[in-house]
């Protein structure tokens, strides 16, 4: 009986074992098939690349100001809050101006005894009743009258916070009978529809641009775009305003100020993120020059550079070194390596493997 009962464990033991390799079989023959990855692919050569050059940047207003009193006092009036959109020539905030009116009146009075003064010297002098000297200082005093006249009508004027310019109110650092003083700043105001964005472009992309005396001669109609990132669907005509004289010592960039302007309906704030897109109309580069897209190359820690090139024939992808010219945003010149025809992946890169089997990814 014990001899049955481990003869019984042995048979089950055995029909384990078998189910198990047997439950593994479809396992491993599914493995052992190659499988197809998709990736994307570019065709060197095959047609004229337009080149998108794009270079990333934040937008700022091209009119932007700290504005502030030009005389001390108390703030009796604050007609603003942050966010509100002002015309040129509205007032913001002004102060008691009740010192001032006074200042000025006296101003006006001193005004009129000096010209009094100095009528009366006017016409003594016809008739040599008064000395020159004395003819003079009356002047003088008329004349230093006058300018104390001027300046208390300015302080005056100086009691109310003028805009500047249209735009919108983006701070404001007072509050109704605050007391400030002289130049302390107290709002912030910048251009709602006039914008830029400053870019760093490449030291290759820029010299093959036009010698030009200012940036008022760079005519790029049709070519030079800005795209905020919060409104993909928008892109506004840019034009180069202003643009760095030379290139930096450590990037090799220049700094170049793209201007461009927003309609009423849309939503643009200094400090949004984008880029600059330059679409050139005519093709500058030398005749029979590939070009591939950056994202195709990859590096080894030698500083060599490669891409995973296809073969058509059995459609797997294999590292194939590349020797690479000038970097042009997102595109590079391919001097060795590639022909023309050749099929190359774009994406993936760092999961592929010398052999493994691809196709194209749709869409």
């Given at each position: 009986m014990k001899y049955f009962h481990r003869l019984l464990r042995m048979h089950a033991f055995v029909l384990g074992v078998a189910t198990l390799l047997m439950g593994c079989e479809p396992s491993d023959q599914y493995d052992s098939k190659p499988v197809s990855r998709p990736v994307k692919l570019f065709?060197?050569?095959s047609e004229h690349i337009q080149k998108s050059l794009r270079y990333p940047g934040s937008v700022s207003a091209v009119n932007q100001s700290v504005l502030a009193f030009e005389v001390p006092g108390k703030i009796t009036d604050v007609r603003v809050k942050e966010g509100d959109l002002v015309e040129a020539g509205d007032v913001l905030a002004t102060l008691d101006a009740r010192d001032y009116q006074a200042?000025?009146?006296?101003a006006e009075t001193e005004k009129d005894i000096?010209?009094?003064d100095f009528e009366r010297f006017s016409t003594a002098i016809k008739v040599n009743a008064v000395t020159t000297q004395a003819y003079e200082q009356a002047k003088s005093a008329l004349e230093v009258a006058e300018s104390a006249l001027t300046q208390a009508k300015k302080a005056l004027d100086d009691t109310r916070l003028i805009a500047p310019f249209s735009g919108r109110i983006t701070s404001k650092e007072i509050e109704q009978f605050a007391t400030v003083y002289a130049k302390q700043p107290v709002m912030h105001i910048h251009s709602d529809?006039?914008?830029?964005?400053?870019?760093?472009?490449?030291?290759?992309?820029?010299a093959k641009g036009r010698n030009v005396r200012s940036a008022k001669e760079i005519k790029l109609e049709d070519q030079l775009f800005v795209e905020v990132s919060a409104l993909p669907?928008?892109?506004f005509d840019g034009q180069i305003t202003e643009f760095s004289g030379k290139a930096d010592a450590i990037t090799r960039t220049?700094?170049?100020t793209v201007g461009f302007s927003s309609t009423s309906n849309l939503s643009i704030s200094p400090g949004m993120t984008g880029h600059v897109l330059y679409q050139p109309k005519n093709n500058d580069d030398k005749e029979g020059a590939l070009y591939i897209p950056v994202d195709a190359v990859f590096g080894e820690t030698d500083n060599t550079s490669f891409v995973w090139?296809?073969?058509?024939?059995t459609g797997a992808v294999y590292k194939t070194p590349v020797e690479l010219g000038a970097i042009s945003a997102n595109l590079v010149e391919v001097k060795k390596g590639l022909e023309k025809g050749d099929r190359i992946a774009t994406s993936g890169l760092y999961s592929l493997r010398n052999g493994a089997l691809v196709h194209a990814l749709e869409g």
């Open positions: 065709t060197v050569g200042q000025l009146e006296r000096a010209k009094l529809a006039e914008l830029e964005m400053v870019v760093e472009v490449p030291e290759v992309d820029w669907e928008e892109r220049f700094k170049v090139r296809l073969d058509n024939e």
